[in-house]
């Protein structure tokens, strides 16, 4: 039977149209950006709006910082003992424009060494884990190769 593939949090990101955005929502009245979506009220603390609508991520940030999770972590995470560990890459990517930090892992292959405060990258599509009836998906950030065109 084959598997859906299924966004580990709906909403979060889109594959629709020509490429990969992460969507947050921005607040109607002082234009705040809040990525996870914040669809119930503005949280700047000087504004009272109810109003915001979706609004599509930056596509490329910079690398703020990262780290490697080379150990399973302990519970209450969830991952099969049984399997063997796969180590990745966590990075915090400042996007200029909304002026936040957005976490994501690495994508597959991404490791320390070919990561560096301040370099380029991009999100795009990834899988978290697999299951007999899901693929979740989720958003992974990839250093932007240098050649590659600007398209933003
Ligand atoms: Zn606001």
Redesign the pocket.
């Known amino acids: 039977m084959p598997r859906t593939r299924t966004p580990l949090v709906p909403g979060w990101f889109t594959t629709e149209g020509e490429e990969f955005r992460l969507l947050g929502t921005r ?1 109607r ?2 234009g ?1 950006v809040f990525f996870p979506r914040e669809d119930s009220f ?1 949280r ?1 603390p000087d ?1 009272a ?1 109810t109003e915001l609508d979706e609004a599509p991520l930056s596509r490329r940030g910079r690398v703020w910082s990262y780290t490697d999770g080379r150990y399973r972590p302990p519970a209450p995470y969830v991952s099969d003992p049984d399997a063997e560990w796969q180590p990745y890459t966590l990075i915090a990517v400042e996007l200029a424009a909304e002026r936040m930090v957005v976490l994501g892992q690495g994508a597959p292959g991404v490791t320390l060494a070919d990561l560096a405060v301040g370099m380029e990258v991009e999100a795009v599509p990834g899988v978290l884990s697999e299951d007999a009836e899901h693929i979740w998906t989720t958003w992974n950030w990839r250093p932007v190769t240098s050649g590659s065109e600007e398209r933003s």
């Open positions: 607040c009245v002082c705040s503005c700047s504004c709006s």
